[in-house]
């Protein structure tokens, strides 16, 4: 009897130091308000029912909430305005040396180019029309088409832009090669035109500009799968482990409730180590989960939360996260 006492009171005992080193309560962390990374920019909104790698969302867009773009300066310059911290866009290598900033792999879904968008230079592709294909009536109308000509910026034209902002870089491929690619534009930058990037994608090419660039932020799901299997086996002690470290995750926000230290204690960690954290939507299954789009989920963020979030619905949780994380009057 004694002996199981003892074994009792260590388990409680272990029990108790774990709780201890993990509670928020001993974070001497400030409340702050999230950092706010918008995906795409403002983007037009789209149906989501029953999407695949190749569903063409253009043809399939939500009545428009506003008049710009994804992908584009002006898209950009409306999502700083609105107060997004941080944007993610994505790319693409050119023909002739540059990288294209657009989402699709192929241009026949919302321009009126034709073929994969890697195949082309970037001053044909400066010729398109970026808006041609958005319809939210089956093909009736197209309240874009015309409205998107030159409009595809090339990764040094959003970098010249928007000096000193930081920006989430999306490799669309899982080719080495285009990592390496990619690596040796960015050894072109000063460090601190760096400091401010992170960039994400396929296993390879995240792989190829870790190895060039160690500076760099990156994220992968290879990457973000290690770090939380391995947080969820050791996060517990406070260490950190090195799959980590100095590299960016998104996290949903289902899933992040989990982690050890979470809040304050996990977000205190992952600052010492030069990680950068965002919230996702909900986690499902399957991929990876969409952002932080309803503006009901703010409310499920913890008090003082200043972490980061991601959205693909900049306009309708802005107004929440300001009315939420408002200082007292």
């Not at 995240?206 to 190895?211: E, L, N």
């Not at 990457?223 to 002690?237: D, E, F, K, N, P």
Request: charged letters at 20%; one cysteine or more.
């Amino acid at each position: 009897m004694r002996k199981r006492t003892i074994c009792l009171l260590v388990v409680i005992a272990a029990a108790g130091g774990v709780w201890f080193n993990n509670t928020s309560l001993l974070s001497s962390r400030p409340a702050g308000t999230p950092s706010v990374l918008a995906h795409r920019g403002l983007a037009q909104d789209f149906d989501r029912t029953d999407l695949d790698a190749d569903t063409c969302t253009a043809d399939r867009m939500l009545p428009p909430r506003h008049a710009f773009l994804e992908n584009t300066i002006p898209s950009m310059e409306a999502a700083f305005a609105l107060g997004a911290d941080a944007l993610e866009l994505d790319v693409h290598p050119t023909t002739d040396g540059k990288f294209a900033v657009f989402h699709d792999w192929t241009l026949d879904c919302r321009t009126q180019g034709k073929g994969e968008t890697r195949a082309h230079a970037m001053s044909e592709l400066k010729t398109l029309d970026v808006g041609y294909g958005y319809t939210a009536d089956g093909g009736k109308t197209f309240p874009f088409r015309g409205k998107g000509v030159g409009m595809m910026p090339s990764l040094d034209e959003v970098l010249r832009h928007f000096p000193n902002r930081r920006f989430n870089i999306n490799i669309k491929s899982n080719d080495a090669a285009e990592g390496e690619a990619l690596a040796a534009w960015l050894a072109t930058l000063a460090p601190t035109e760096r400091a401010g990037l992170t960039v994400y994608g396929g296993d390879k090419p995240i792989a190829a500009v870790k190895a060039a660039q160690p500076d760099i932020h990156t994220l992968s799901r290879a990457s973000l799968t290690q770090c939380i299997l391995r947080y969820a086996a050791v996060g517990w002690s406070g260490y950190v482990p090195e799959a980590c470290r100095q590299g960016t995750l998104l996290i949903p926000i289902n899933v992040a409730q989990w982690l050890w230290g979470w809040p304050d204690r996990f977000l205190d960690r992952m600052d010492a180590v030069d990680t950068r954290i965002y919230l996702l939507g909900p986690y499902a299954g399957g991929g990876f989960s969409q952002g932080l789009d309803d503006p009901g989920l703010i409310d499920q963020l913890p008090d003082g939360y200043s972490g980061g979030i991601s959205t693909d619905a900049l306009d309708l949780v802005m107004p929440v996260i300001k009315r939420r994380f408002a200082p007292p009057a």
